[in-house]
């Protein structure tokens, strides 16, 4: 018995067993890029957050909570603190764009993404080419174009102005143009998750519902929406977290009318020069981003444990 | 008097492209029959069953379900179930939710549908495992689960699409014997369909062999495989061999016909054999070898042989052509014929059949 115990091998090679700490050796250039990349700045941005504003900007060193107690109270001129509403109301009125922004882009992706997961090979990849292809131009200059499609004596006015609306007419600089842009925006990143998930999907499954008394709503709701649930989270994801940090579409659709918090960030650090207040707005936005991250990231895990 | 049938196929053509999978095809399945369509990869024998299914459109012609033409109605309106190859159980739902789906969309109530799911997986074994989820189950279990749940809704024919195809062999083996006893118990009439000619031989009451999108012969297992319509049924199902002879004269189901061996003899044939150039053709286990020849013999030379226990197959020369035959080991000493040598064989007229060449 112990004679051939002596002979088996070891598990491992020994040679392996020494190096063991070799695979995390290896993953060093990508912990060092995520370090300076990603953990410093927001330490950083964290760190300014609780310093103090600086006479002429800028900030120094310390532990003040001054940024954060600014988003809800005002210093009155006697030094007395009163409740102000203004910033709360910013941070609301970005959740709810973000939020409107990728229900809208959920409800139009989804066909479009299951659209082109029917087509045939070729024609598919083609498709999915056409939906990157708004990310081969600048951002602003897709903005832009939206201005003229929108604008005074653009398409669509003129479009209208065919059914009697007023020549002078423009549809620019209110809420549903700055959507119109968001969604216009993000919608490739809501597409193409969930054209990879759809596109995963067993098409024998929706055989199988169809063949059991299945009709179209039972078998989108029972089978293709459940099953396809991980690329549509990845996919609102995608689309409320950058929408959350929205500046462009709400200055130059909606006319700089709205507040959102991406522009009121940009403010304190550019012309407002109050970088603990700018720095704590963005921690503030970060948390938001993580609560609704954590809170998919629950609710994802709490499916798949269920028996 | 006249026999309901449950499903009428009426000269049903379709294409793929320039492919023509079906050409206008006609048979009826019987009411409360285990039919099968058995062929090799695309004889058109999935298509069928996915028209029937609601899943294809025939290009031409019609099928109608218990009378009924259910051409133009969806899947979801057709009182027709199937079993699916990969068995396609919904991996998010439980088994029980699976059995259930079906049951919920015709609207049955809760109760009832407890009751119909606690029944059914009992009926397939898998009673402890309805809060299990597919992931969790063998391949011979989510077969089970898939059957209980095409079965559940009582549908007026069942398909099945090469069910069997992903399991092992000895499971295969033990499903046909559970599925021919579900048909049986249920009186449901189940089509299926299989490449496997023993699957088909087996579980039957009749069979349709297709071949280049057309019915070869439709029958009961035994007439398939005794009578063979055509060189294709006769070569697809189990083994044969194929010998030139000359029809010399014709009569209703007979042919007299030259062996390649000089023998004239006079054999049963297909209605449809004129005289000239014709295949005989016999099964190698219908051969019998040395002392146990008997009937019409002839000399041939033995190539080579393979020992398999119960039989030996032996491959031979004669009359310059390649014969194989089997030989049943019946006695220890059974495999006793040697390689090289020259053996009698011999075989009884009425096993064997005159085809069209």
């Known amino acids: 018995m112990t004679d051939i115990a002596s002979h088996h091998r070891p598990l491992l090679p020994r040679a392996h067993r020494r190096g063991i700490k070799l695979p995390y050796l290896g993953l060093l250039p990508a912990w060092l890029i995520m370090g300076f990349a990603l953990i410093l700045p927001i330490f950083i941005v964290g760190a300014v957050s609780v310093a103090t504003r600086g006479a002429y900007g800028g900030f120094d060193w310390g532990f003040d909570l001054t940024g954060y107690r600014q988003i809800v109270f005002n210093e009155g001129w006697t030094g007395e603190m009163e409740f102000t509403a203004q910033y709360l109301i910013i941070i609301f009125r970005t959740i709810l764009l973000a939020a409107i922004t990728t229900i809208l882009c959920l409800i139009l992706a989804v066909p479009v993404a299951y659209w082109i997961a029917s087509q045939p090979g070729h024609r598919k990849s083609i498709l999915v080419f056409l939906v990157t292809l708004p990310f081969w131009m600048s951002m602003i200059l897709r903005v832009y174009a939206w201005m003229i499609i929108l604008g005074k004596g653009g398409p669509l006015p003129r479009f209208l102005g065919l059914f009697g609306a007023p020549e002078e007419m423009t549809l620019m600089y209110n809420d549903g143009a700055t959507l119109a842009a968001m969604v216009y925006t993000y919608i490739p990143l809501m597409v193409l998750p969930v054209f990879a998930s759809i596109e995963k999907l067993d098409g024998t499954l929706i055989e199988a519902a169809r063949d059991l008394y299945g009709n179209r709503w039972v078998t989108l709701r029972r089978v293709i929406l459940p099953l396809t649930a991980p690329g549509i989270a990845s996919g609102a994801i995608l689309v409320f977290v950058p929408a959350l940090g929205a500046v462009l579409e709400p200055i130059l659709m909606g006319g700089g009318k709205q507040m959102m918090m991406g522009s009121l960030i940009q403010l304190q650090f550019g012309g407002g020069r109050n970088w603990p207040f700018g720095a704590a707005i963005a921690v503030t936005l970060l948390t938001v981003v993580m609560l609704v991250l954590i809170a998919i990231a629950i609710r994802s895990a709490r499916r798949e444990i269920k028996p | ?357």
Not at chain 2, 142 to 154: E, F, K, M, V, Y
Not at chain 2, 174 to 194: C, H, K, Y
Request: charged residues 20%.
């Open chain 2, 1 to 357: 008097m006249n026999q309901q049938n449950a499903v009428e196929v009426n000269a049903v053509s379709k294409n793929f492209g320039s492919y023509q999978a079906l050409r206008s095809v006609s048979f009826n399945i019987r009411e409360n029959e285990f039919f099968t369509m058995l062929g090799p990869s695309g004889c058109g024998k999935t298509t069928l069953l996915r028209m029937m299914a609601g899943f294809e459109t025939p290009d031409a012609g019609s099928i109608r379900l218990h009378g009924r033409d259910i051409v133009d109605i969806p899947p979801h309106k057709r009182r027709v179930n199937t079993v699916f190859q990969s068995y396609a159980l919904f991996p998010h739902m439980t088994l029980s939710q699976n059995v259930a789906f079906g049951l919920e969309n015709l609207g049955w109530d809760k109760a009832t549908i407890r009751n119909r799911v606690g029944e059914m997986l009992e009926r397939v074994h898998m009673d402890a495992f309805a809060n299990r989820k597919p992931a969790q189950l063998s391949g011979g279990q989510r077969q089970r689960i898939a059957l209980a749940r095409a079965l559940a809704p009582d549908p007026e024919v069942l398909l099945l699409d090469e069910p069997l195809s992903a399991l092992d062999l000895k499971l295969r083996q033990a499903m046909r014997n559970e599925l021919r006893s579900l048909q049986r118990d249920t009186g449901i009439t189940f089509v299926f369909v299989t490449h496997d000619q023993e699957e088909a031989l087996d579980m039957s009451d009749r069979i349709a062999v297709l071949g280049s999108g057309e019915i070869q012969q439709l029958g009961a297992p035994s007439e398939i495989y005794e009578d063979p319509a055509n060189r294709f049924v006769a070569d697809f199902i189990g083994e044969t061999n194929f010998l030139d002879v000359e029809v010399l004269k014709t009569a209703s189901k007979t042919a007299t016909v030259r062996t390649p061996f000089g023998q004239v003899i006079t054999v049963p044939s297909t209605a449809a054999i004129g005289l000239g150039k014709a295949t005989l053709s016999i099964r190698p286990e219908k051969l019998n070898l040395g002392d146990q020849a008997e009937g019409i013999d002839f000399e041939a030379k033995v190539l080579s042989k393979q020992y398999l226990g119960g039989y030996t197959h032996y491959l031979l020369s004669a009359g310059g052509a390649e014969i194989r035959a089997s030989r049943r080991n019946a006695s220890r000493e059974g495999d006793v014929i040697p390689v090289g040598g020259i053996v009698n064989v011999g075989f009884v007229e009425t096993s064997a059949r005159v085809l069209a060449a």
